[in-house]
């Protein structure tokens, strides 16, 4: 079961919405946390930190009103199950080609016989009820690629899945066009096309599709386009705009 900042949100029609973490920071992810927030996520793939600094500061997040995401790394067990066992209410894998990798993310979610979760809650207040610890995981992949983009169907209907986020910039350099026309207000008909087959994938399976968004227009956008869970701005970014913006003000008086 998703967590309840998600499932509100989603009840009440509208995109869950979150900021990137990228800094090694306990009191500014709290802080964020506590915003009005749907989710926030640590990311571990662009960013300096890894998953053992995500689950420190993972820790600061219980009963925080915003769920918990971490985006790891790398498909890799040891590390997804290293963030789960600090109290992650989902992960966010990397680039995932086909089916089978979508399926050894969620194994790695799972314990035995259903996966190859290792057992460890080290978070104190998760417990140890198994199906529990299960229940409040949510695992999203990744299709950032061409090869997934055509294998979209075969990776949604992944028994398990949460959704689908797709990494714009990845799949648009991988296609030979530039990052940054991932986020235009008109990308080229050959990226939105491949970007609609993957929300028409996610739609047909009835799971969650994801993205960043670069703006608050771009929120507007890709909600109409049918996404549901949406990255806005990063820790650093927020932090830079707010400070040029009383600058600016101060200075102005």
């Given amino acids: 079961m998703p967590h309840s900042a998600l ?49 420190r500061l993972l820790k600061g997040l219980a009963g925080a009103s915003s769920a918990a995401i971490v985006r790891v790394s790398r498909n890799e067990p040891a590390r997804i199950g290293r963030v789960l066992d600090a109290g992650a209410d989902g992960v966010i894998v990397p680039l995932v080609n086909s089916a089978q990798e979508a399926a050894e993310a969620i194994a790695a979610c799972r314990y ?27 695992c999203f ?9 055509e294998r979209a169907a075969e990776i949604c209907a992944v028994p398990g899945l949460a959704g689908i986020f797709i990494g714009p910039a990845d799949l648009a350099v991988d296609m030979g066009l530039p ?15 491949a970007i609609a087959k ?7 399976a009835a799971i969650v599709c994801g993205r960043p968004a670069a703006s608050v227009g771009d929120v507007k956008r890709a909600t109409t386009a049918g996404f549901r869970l949406l990255t806005i701005s990063a820790d650093r970014a927020l932090l830079r705009e707010r400070a ?10």
């Fill in 112 to 138: 035995s016989p259903r996966g190859v979760r290792s057992f460890g809650p080290f978070r104190a207040g998760l417990g140890f009820d198994v199906k529990a610890l299960e229940e409040r995981v949510s």
């Fill in 244 to 253: 040029v913006q009383i600058v600016k003000e101060a200075q102005a008086s």
């Fill in 141 to 149: 992949v990744m299709i950032e690629t061409s090869k997934a983009v």
């Fill in 179 to 193: 990052a940054g026309s991932a986020f235009s207000e008109n990308p080229p008909p050959a990226l939105s096309d």
């Fill in 198 to 204: 993957v929300v028409k994938a996610t739609q047909a």
């Fill in 7 to 55: 499932t509100k949100a989603w009840s009440e029609s509208r995109p869950a919405l979150g900021p990137w973490i990228t800094t090694d920071s306990e009191w500014s992810i709290e802080t964020l946390a506590n915003c009005g927030f749907d989710f926030v996520v640590i990311d571990c793939q662009h960013s300096l930190l890894d998953e053992v600094t995500a689950s």
